[in-house]
T-cell receptor
Framework: DADVTQTPRNRITKTGKRIMLECSQTKGHDRMYWYRQDPGLGLRLIYYSFDVKDINKGEISDGYSVSRQAQAKFSLSLESAIPNQTALYFC?????????????FGDGTRLSIL | GENVEQHPSTLSVQEGDSAVIKCTYSDSASNYFPWYKQELGKRPQLIIDIRSNVGEKKDQRIAVTLNKTAKHFSLHITETQPEDSAVYFCAASRASGNTPLVFGKGTRLSVIA
């Protein structure tokens, strides 16, 4: 089945380490997104990409960077992880040229920074 | 930018009763309003969406209503069942331009058998 795959599913690391979360999709969608989920705060957008040449900051991009290696791959990096970046991270994709298309989420990466 | 507020943050209902979750938005140009359901430990999944050219949309036990004048929209679940227990998120966006989807903070619905 066409899907959105995130790796790793869980990661525990230490403050100051560089972390990369990866997302790949087989849906053929152009748009990809990275969200962060914290209890009581909902889903907050970190970065999004319309295509391989287009990267946009979201609501909470500070401390994060992204790379769109191909249409199907979108990676999120934490250059120097800090404890308040402990959260559940979701990748999502959508079809189309506007923002009014359903988003399809991956299973999430649970990241803990000690 | 867009701001979406969602109420209540938690909701408990008896099985068979109805549940209503309400959201308000700030950007009068927003015209796409999806609802996502996230079961415990799972990914969010779209359950229904509505666009600004209609005031109501139904899909079996789920309905969404939209009041563009008041800038609010609501999710209605009838004849609730235990499997409806989840966190529900509303969201809003414009169809065009560089304005991505903005989510509400979520409502945790518990259906008590």
């Amino acid at each position: 089945d066409a899907d959105v795959t995130q790796t790793p599913r869980n990661r525990i690391t230490k403050t100051g380490k560089r972390i990369m979360l990866e997302c790949s999709q087989t849906k053929g969608h152009d748009r990809m997104y990275w969200y962060r989920q914290d209890p009581g705060l909902g889903l907050r957008l970190i970065y999004y990409s319309f295509d391989v040449k287009d990267i946009n900051k979201g609501e909470i991009s500070d401390g994060y960077s992204v790379s769109r290696q191909a249409q199907a791959k979108f990676s999120l990096s934490l250059e120097s992880a800090i404890p308040n970046q402990t959260a559940l991270y979701f990748c999502a994709t959508s079809l189309g040229t506007g923002h009014n298309q359903p988003q399809h989420f991956g299973d999430g990466t649970r990241l803990s920074i000690l | 930018g867009e701001n979406v507020e969602q109420h209540p943050s938690t909701l408990s209902v008896q099985e068979g009763d109805s549940a209503v979750i309400k959201c308000t938005y700030s950007d009068s140009a927003s015209n796409y309003f999806p609802w996502y359901k996230q079961e415990l430990g799972k990914r969010p999944q779209l359950i229904i969406d509505i666009r600004s050219n209609v005031g109501e949309k139904k899909d079996q036990r789920i309905a969404v209503t939209l009041n563009k004048t008041a800038k609010h929209f609501s999710l209605h679940i009838t004849e609730t069942q235990p499997e409806d227990s989840a966190v529900y998120f509303c969201a809003a966006s414009r169809a065009s331009g560089n304005t991505p989807l903005v989510f509400g903070k979520g409502t945790r619905l518990s259906v008590i058998a």
